[in-house]
């Protein structure tokens, strides 16, 4: 069984940093697309990073470049989100998602495994 539990979340004031951590497990994830997205309340869930667990690709939301940085530990089948320089426009729940692909995907819909979600606050 697939399961995937993100942890780190937490209240922050606005310039601080967060790390997610997505812990992966229930069977290989080799040539898997790895995605972290976010819902803050009113809004849809929006893609906010991707990395492949096959070549280690990565791909960000415009909003995020240069301030969030999404790697994978392979030996921990850990998926990490190193968010810096926080914005109260970051406050949101964050989902870890899993898809079965080589390529990089932003669509959410096309994302097979979710986590449970972490919620993030960002004061301003």
Do not use: H
């Amino acid at each position: 069984q697939v399961q995937l539990v993100e942890s780190g979340g937490g209240l922050v004031q606005a310039g601080d940093s967060l790390r997610l951590s997505c812990a992966a497990s229930g069977r290989t994830f080799t040539g898997y697309a790895m995605g972290w997205f976010r819902q803050a309340p009113g809004k849809e869930r929006e893609f906010v990073a991707a990395i492949s667990w096959w070549d280690g690709s990565i791909d960000y939301t415009d909003s995020v470049k240069g301030r969030f940085t999404i790697s994978r530990d392979n030996a921990k089948m850990t998926v990490y989100l190193q968010m810096n320089s926080l914005k109260p426009e970051d406050t949101a729940i964050y989902y870890c998602a899993a898809r079965r692909s080589l390529t990089l995907i932003r669509a959410s819909t096309l994302y097979t495994y979710w986590g449970q979600g972490t919620q993030v606050t960002v004061s301003s």
